[in-house]
């Protein structure tokens, strides 16, 4: 048998055996399409969408809870012992300055003023006749020295006689003079007495009542008809009207970002719909070290008629502001958090990773300060390839 006997038998039986098992030909259609598949996958772009920065005021802010705080705040109470007699305000009620909120029982205290009274009526009626007695000395000693005077003149008078006529007649306007004087205010021990003892007698009897010291809102009342209050028990707890504060306490790390006369947007829980402006007034120079917190004030310039002492505000605190910055949404930026925030960017037709630094984040976007060019296309996590892959970037209007 020669070689080409032998090579048409091999030849045969080949193809013989390809006719025979086509699973063969079925792996290699399979890989044939599968390494198809790959060069496809490899040599043509993926589309993909991406964003731009764009220019945007970023306001960056502080969320606090905090409370309507009263301006001034007054415990009264009575500066006596006693019983009190009326109560005449209840929680809620408006005063004014000089109302009288409670009285105390004064019987006692009326009685000494009438009797202290009637000591300086006393004092100042034996004044008077005093002064009056002397006034009637006085005119009669001048009576007497005008006829001794006319007497002298007409020979029948000594002149000693006439200058004793004289004497009595000084001597009579000095005592005058004297009691005059003693009428005046607290020159009269007797009267400046009398009167001392009134003032005292008076001011025991406004010890017997409570009055509100200026205008405002009665938030508790602690005491009925019929109690025996002593000094020092807190009987009214009153809201004196006054500029309208809130207070919060954010945590000393924010303390960087807060600076008086920082705006605000404050509104109430109970009116989560209506909102007011504020203003911080005072950032408080010492930290609670047990809360590690720090007091801050703000001031409501035009505060609604709903709020009330001690009411629960949410506080949003503008904490900065970038004017125009160059902004990427949120979820375009990678990393964020870290100290290596990145971005995807088409790079020679390939999907690159770009570090970017950033700035201020509000509002769903970030500030990017550089690693960014204004018109570079950035493409979201979102359905995005894998970094190296071929891309082809669209934007959202093309």
């Not at 007699?85 to 006692?108: K, P, S, T």
């Not at 001794?148 to 200058?163: D, H, I, M, P, Y």
């Not at 009579?172 to 001392?196: E, F, K, Y």
């Not at 009116?271 to 408080?284: C, E, H, K, W």
């Amino acid at each position: 048998m020669d070689g080409r006997e032998g090579g048409a038998r091999t030849g045969g039986a080949y193809r013989w055996g390809f006719r025979r098992h086509p699973v063969g030909w079925v792996l290699v259609v399979a890989l044939v399409l599968i390494a198809g598949w790959l060069a496809g996958r490899t040599l043509t772009p993926t589309p993909v969408m991406g964003v731009v920065m764009q220019r945007r005021d970023l306001v960056s802010t502080l969320v606090l809870a905090g409370r309507v705080r009263p301006p001034f705040r007054v415990q009264a109470g009575a500066a006596t012992v006693g019983t009190v007699r009326r109560g005449l305000v209840r929680e809620g009620d408006r005063v004014h300055r000089g109302q009288l909120l409670i009285a105390l029982d004064d019987r006692e205290a009326r009685a000494a003023v009438a009797q202290a009274e009637a000591a300086l009526a006393t004092a100042t009626a034996e004044t008077r006749a005093t002064v009056e007695q002397a006034g009637n000395e006085a005119r009669q000693a001048a009576r007497d020295l005008d006829r001794a005077e006319t007497v002298f003149k007409a020979g029948a008078l000594t002149r000693q006689s006439l200058e004793q006529a004289r004497q009595r007649a000084e001597d009579a306007r000095s005592r005058l003079d004297a009691a005059r004087a003693r009428t005046g205010p607290g020159a009269n021990a007797a009267v400046a007495q009398a009167q001392a003892g009134l003032d005292a007698a008076r001011a025991r009897l406004d010890l017997t009542r409570v009055v509100a010291p200026a205008d405002g809102v009665v938030l508790s009342r602690d005491v009925e008809p019929g109690d025996a209050v002593q000094p020092g028990r807190t009987l009214l707890d009153l809201a004196l009207d006054g500029p309208t504060e809130l207070v919060v306490f954010p945590s000393e790390d924010n303390l960087g970002q807060l600076h008086v006369g920082a705006p605000a947007t404050a509104s109430a829980d109970a009116y989560p719909d209506s909102t007011f402006g504020a203003r911080v007034t005072l950032i408080a120079p010492a930290v609670d070290p047990t809360q590690g917190t720090v007091e801050v004030r703000l001031a409501v310039d035009g505060p609604p008629g709903y709020l009330r002492p001690d009411m629960t505000v949410s506080v949003n605190i503008e904490a900065g502001r970038s004017a125009g910055a160059w902004v990427l949404p949120e979820q375009a930026v990678r990393g964020l958090g870290t100290d290596s925030s990145w971005v995807a960017v088409a790079r020679h037709g390939r999907l690159a990773r770009q570090p970017v630094t950033v700035g201020r984040r509000a509002d769903r976007y970030v500030e990017i300060l550089s690693g960014v060019q204004p018109d570079e296309l950035v493409v979201p996590p979102d359905g995005s390839p894998d970094l190296g892959s071929r891309v082809r970037v669209r934007s959202p209007g093309s």
